[in-house]
Nanobody
Framework: QVQLVESGGGLVQAGDSMRLSCTAS????????MGWFRQAPGKEREFVAAISGGYPYYADSLKGRVTISRDNAKNTVTLQMNSLKPEDTAVYYC?????????????????WGQGTQVTVSS
C-alpha cells in the first residue's frame, strides 16, 4: 500500500508559476513510476507528466510549460508549472504505479492521492 499526499495547489493568476509536490509513504519509492494527472469539472482525467527512474514523459499539450522531477531520498515528486493559463484550472492528482517506464495510461497507476485544486484566474 502506498499513500500519496499532494500539496501546493491554490489560486494564481494567468502567467504565474506553481509548484505541486507529492510525498509517498513507501520505502521502495525509487522503483515506482510517479505521475501527475488533472481533472477539470465535467472532463475526463487527463495525463500531465510522469517520471520513471530519471526519465520524464510529458503530455504533448503541456510540454515546455511543465517539469516533473523526483527526490528519492525524500520520497517526493514535484511538478513545476509555468505560464499558467485559465484552462489549467483543475484538480491535480499524484499517482504511483509499478510500470518500469513512464506512462500516460491511467490503468497503470495503482495508487492515487486525494488531489489538490489549482485555479488560474484570467
Amino acid at each position: 500500500q502506498v499513500q500519496l499526499v499532494e500539496s501546493g495547489g491554490g489560486l494564481v493568476q494567468a502567467g504565474d508559476s506553481m509548484r505541486l509536490s507529492c510525498t509517498a509513504s513507501r520505502r521502495s519509492f525509487t522503483y515506482l513510476t510517479m505521475g501527475w494527472f488533472r481533472q477539470a469539472p465535467g472532463k475526463e482525467r487527463e495525463f500531465v507528466a510522469a517520471i520513471s527512474g530519471g526519465y520524464p514523459y510529458y503530455a504533448d499539450s503541456l510540454k515546455g510549460r511543465v517539469t516533473i522531477s523526483r527526490d528519492n531520498a525524500k520520497n517526493t515528486v514535484t511538478l513545476q508549472m509555468n505560464s499558467l493559463k485559465p484552462e489549467d484550472t483543475a484538480v491535480y492528482y499524484c499517482a504511483a504505479g509499478p510500470s518500469t517506464t513512464p506512462t500516460m495510461a491511467v490503468k497503470m497507476y495503482d495508487y492515487w492521492g486525494q488531489g489538490t485544486q489549482v485555479t488560474v484566474s484570467s
